[in-house]
């Protein structure tokens, strides 16, 4: 304390006044980094170079917009949906005939479901990211896509299936059901009458050994 | 007489002895000063949002008119449609006088504020002392907004208003003093008859206690007009809006406009007690060109006030407090006592005045120099910052 502390106050107070007001000065010469953003189409680097001047350029890669699905790769294994902490994803699914199909992360995979169901309700997600992480296949992902106002409630709720394929993958899959369960009687059939004869044999067999016994004693 | 009066009168060529036509000259006139206040504080509205806006890399309003100008008069035209609310409970009679002492209480300003420098709604010769003590009616106007609102926020926000206002008034008029010690007036127009043309005729560089004094008044007026940083009476991130949280729709106007308009007495009484009002060398001074001087200057200091309010952050209540009492006060007594003794030394050494303005102004363009320095220096970084860290490249 004391008057010398007094005044260096003051002359910081003064010295950090003079540079702030410098940098703030100094912005007014920059370029401000705004985009007029429906004027200028912000997702094409080509619009944003003719239109503004600024630094940005496009949409960057790492966007978490509205969440896209492959079905053709997604395996339904509903990684997904049990990552998702405000369940927004729901699927449902049928067998369907195996296939081998590729991931985006080039692993190939044997699909044997594919979802006949998969809804994602954006008025809830809030793109955080989650369900990307854990899929194995890489089939959701999120799209550049921000535009999304709707004049209706439901249409926010992306439907990834649509109805003709959802039609005939449960045909097929109720076909597949039936072979299914057609192979599995058949299996079953085929268990229980090996298990028959096994007993059958068992039985031969232990009567033979009761015989051997008897002829022992 | 009063000059603008009188042109007035002579515009209608009425007869002023007549009470009718004075009344019909003093209506016009103040019908005048309305028209200009609104448009002030209208534009000054918009440029303060540009101004902000480019100091935080944006554009700010651009969509009203070329390039956003008419955004104040839809904003006005949004406020006027929006409902009166009076809050249940509300002293209803104090809530609706509230925002119109605020104004009268800026608009009773204009009355001696200067134009130029033969301009006047009136000349009055006690100018200065009029003009702080009307200010004061918006001391008043905010507290009882504050206590009729009947709301917490509010009332904290007029407390603290009343406690700030009050304060800040006395280093603005100790500031005030030694200008008026020097040029032996309190009239406006004498205030800017005293000051010469070039910058070291100016009050401001008369000696280093003037020279003190202007920024002790500055800092002090800012406060008085609740500007950042020393917006506590409104601090938005802890009372909400302060004393006008309750105020919806032309009520709500009225006190921005006040505030608004207030900026402009700021600059106007800076740049005519301090800043040598509307004068301009080598003969070019005519009573249009003053005007035009004389708006310039006012228009500088606000835009300084402006561009004070977006780079420096808002003062806790304690350090506001601390400033005004520990720190202005006692300051503008220094710089009262020591422009008196100076104007002793200046009596006796006629020569020294000049030499110390000459002083005076050499600093002052040297800190200026450094400071376009650091201007340039940083628009530089700014610029090679922009480039390479919002790109990643
Ligand atoms: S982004 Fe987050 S909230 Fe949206 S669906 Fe995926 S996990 Fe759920
Ligand atoms: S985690 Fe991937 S593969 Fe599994 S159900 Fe979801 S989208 Fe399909």
Redesign the pocket.
Known sequence: MGLGNYFKDIKAGLTSAFEGMSISLASLFVRPVTVQYPDVDVKSDEAMRENYNGPLRGMPDNYRGL?DVDLEICISCKL?EK????D??LIEDVKIDKKQIVGRNGKSTMKMKSPIQFD?DNS?????????DPCPTGAIVHTNEFEFNRSDRSQLISRFVKADDRAQLKVRGAEIAIEDAKAKAEKAAKKKAEAEAKAKEEEEASKDQSEAKGTKE | MDILIQTIGDIINADLGSPLAAFIALLLVSLAILGFMSLTAGGLSFIERRVAGRMQSRIGPNRVGPQGILQFMADGLKCAQKEDLIPDGADRLLFKLAPVLCFIGVFGTFAVLPWGNGFFASELNVGLLYLMSVTSLVVIGMLMAGWSSNNKWSLLGGMRSAAQMVSYEIPVALSLLPVILLCGSLSFKELIGAQGAMPWDWNILNSPFTFISFFIFFLAALAEGNRTPFDIPEGESELVAGYCTEYSGLRFVFFFFAEWANLYVIGAVAAAVFLGGGHLPFGLESDIVSLLVFFAKSFFMVFIIIWLRWTLPRFRVDQMMTLCWKTLIPLSFVMLFGQAITLLIYHELTFLQSIVSLVLFAICVLVGVKFVSRVLVNIKEQKYKMMHTLTGS
Do not use: E
């Open positions: 969440l997904c990552a998702c902490p405000i927004c994803i994602i809830k997600c809030m793109f955080c990211g989650l369900c990307v």
